[in-house]
């Protein structure tokens, strides 16, 4: 969840927000303004200290980290690790000024925030989530039936940023339309009830998500993903290049014990929400299986699950090039490895 972002308030799953901003789904979690947890079994001289910022609160979203922790992938690995939960605006930002040694954030706020910030030095170590969970939904049925069929219509989003507003931009493109084609309205996070109460034609969330919450609550609704339509790349893991040159071992025990966590998750969904239960307070655990189980194709994508896929990087360069988000890159190989 990504592409959070990561996010005035994002994702980013969540930039996801979130996700930007990664990638954001919620499954009744507690909506607590920060919460920070250790990974490493406590006190440990004999462990290297680590932490990733995830830049939203507790959520099902983060089940690789959690199934890590809990299983003791970390541990083994020769990792203290702490989680950083919490909504924040420039996660990748905490991490340029030291706050988090990695960050969980999707490959276009990366691009954005370089382009911001040449001196940024930063690379994805990891593209967990392989697909952009973003989609814009509409009743099935609605009278739009393709992306053009948006035109003149009232489409909701949460605000002209983070991973909804780009996935936005994103379908509007392959639909051959513009912003001034359509009537958006920013609703915050409340595409649900602005569907429910017919206050909009449309609404941009995540796929992992609202479309669930939409058919819980007996409206049957028609998707169009971002990813059916433009490879943009999502939620990964981010370092600096500094930690990712000078401590290239901590780096490779950190995204492979996640990867064998995100493994885990994939094979057995319900063990990992029983795992999560601990992490995320209040969970409902019957949606947080509904969103788990839907996000486990986001996951795998194509069947590489933390690889970065040159081709996506491409497509997401050109794609904010050509919506005037950033300049265009003459070093975009630095900005990703599958080392």
Same mark, same amino acid.
């Given at each position: ?8 308030? !994002? ?78 605006t420039d996660l990748i930002g905490t991490m340029a000024a030291g706050k988090n040694n990695f960050v969980f954030a999707s490959g276009d706020e ?16 990891? &593209? ?35 991973? &909804? ?57 028609? !998707? ?18 500094? &930690? ?96």
């Amino acid at each position: 969840m990504s592409v959070n972002r990561r996010i005035a308030v !994002t994702l980013k799953f969540v930039s996801l927000a979130l996700l930007s901003g990664i990638f954001l789904v919620a499954c009744g979690q507690a909506n607590t303004p920060s919460d920070t947890t250790n990974a490493g079994g406590g006190s440990n001289n004999a462990l290297k200290s680590i932490s990733i910022g995830l830049g939203y609160n507790p959520d099902i979203q983060f089940a690789p980290f959690y199934v890590a922790q809990s299983k003791g992938y970390y541990k083994d690995a020769g990792l203290n690790v702490t989680f950083n939960h919490g909504i924040v605006t420039d996660l990748i930002g905490t991490m340029a000024a030291g706050k988090n040694n990695f960050v969980f954030a999707s490959g276009d706020e990366l691009l954005v925030a370089h382009d911001k910030n040449k001196s940024l030095q930063a690379v994805d170590v990891s &593209t967990i989530f392989q697909k952009y969970p973003v989609s814009i939904i509409v009743p099935k049925d609605s009278s739009i039936k393709t992306l053009a069929d948006l035109k003149g219509h009232t489409i909701g989003e949460p605000g002209p940023f983070g991973a &909804t507003h780009t996935g936005l931009l994103a379908l509007l493109q392959a639909g051959k339309l513009s912003l001034s084609d359509v009537k958006v309205q920013s609703i915050g996070f409340n595409q649900v009830a602005a569907m429910l109460s017919h206050k909009v034609d449309a609404v941009v969330g995540y796929s992992n998500n609202e479309p669930l919450q939409l058919e819980r609550n007996g409206l049957n609704v028609r !998707t169009f993903a971002v990813s059916d339509y433009l490879p943009l790349v999502s939620n990964g893991i981010i370092t600096t290049q500094d &930690t990712y040159k000078n401590q290239a071992q901590t780096v490779h025990a950190f995204v492979n014990a996640t990867l064998k966590g995100l493994k885990d998750v994939i094979a057995d969904p319900q063990k990992a929400v029983d795992i999560s239960k601990s992490y995320v307070p209040g969970m409902n655990t019957d949606q947080a299986l509904a969103v788990l189980k839907s996000t486990v194709p986001i996951y795998q994508g194509n069947g590489k699950p933390g690889y970065n896929d040159k081709a996506a990087w491409e497509a997401t360069e050109k794609f904010l090039v050509a919506q005037k988000m950033i300049a265009p890159l003459d070093n975009l190989s630095q900005i990703y490895t599958n080392n």
